[in-house]
């Protein structure tokens, strides 16, 4: 079946200019996650939703950074302003509620952002 | 303290060798562990979860240690394949909600 995908794949903007990524986590799926890797760094947590509602919002790095999630589904990430310290890959996680199943969470291809 | 931790690395062992990881968590309400496998600029993949009694997969051993609070996870015979970054993931229950936390990985690299 589909996996989690997100849009765009690749995206190069320049600083100071908005950006949004998409993330379609798999149907069903309750819980989403945003994280961001920069090269050769580990996962950083951003922010975690539980149907629509965000319950942990703790690893949003600055209030130019906000996410949504809409009909328990599709999720959008907004950078505001971007700096060149944005540039990553920002990764799109979903799962079935954590609690109820022993299934983890898939990721997605993740955006490749880069700031110039 | 991070509510999980791992050693980055980077391990190099040769092919053959046998190489273990460890993961400590915070949280001692954790309820499930899982260890994922990321290649290099790729997305992270499910390895295998982690159960109290301790599993295994082929080459692949993985156990949980609550009191001490950590899970480690055994390589044997390694394989030129097996080079990636391992992370270590934590359900952790807040509440009713309930999130997963992921290590920064452990990098290892199997040489001939």
Not at chain 2, 39 to 47: G, M, N, V, W
Not at chain 2, 69 to 88: E, F, P, V
Request: hydrophobic letters at 30%.
């Amino acid at each position: 079946g589909a996996g989690v995908s997100q849009s765009p794949s690749n995206k190069v903007t320049e600083k100071g200019k908005d950006v949004e990524l998409r993330c379609d986590p798999i149907s069903g799926h309750t819980a989403l996650y945003w994280y961001r890797q920069s090269l050769g760094q580990g996962l950083e947590f951003l922010i975690y939703f539980q149907g629509n509602s965000a319950p942990d919002k703790s690893g949003l790095p600055s209030d130019r950074f906000s996410a949504e999630r809409t009909g328990g589904s599709v999720s959008t990430l907004t950078i505001q302003r971007t700096q060149q310290e944005d540039s990553a890959v920002y990764l799109c996680a979903s799962s079935l509620n954590p609690t109820r199943s022993n299934r983890l969470a898939d990721f997605g291809p993740g955006t490749r952002l880069t700031v110039l | 303290r991070k509510e999980v931790e791992q050693d980055p690395g980077p391990f190099n062992v040769p092919e053959g060798a046998t190489v273990a990881f460890n993961c400590t968590y915070s949280n001692s309400a954790s309820q499930s562990f899982f260890w994922y496998r990321q290649d290099c600029r790729k997305e992270p993949k499910l390895l295998m979860s982690v159960y109290s009694s301790g599993n295994e997969d082929g080459r692949f051993t993985a156990q949980l240690n609550r009191a001490s609070q950590y899970i480690s996870l055994l390589i044997r015979d390694s394989k030129l394949s097996d080079s990636a970054t391992y992370l270590c993931v934590v359900n952790g229950n807040t509440g009713t909600a309930s999130k997963l936390t992921f290590g920064t990985g452990t990098r290892l690299q199997v040489t001939l």
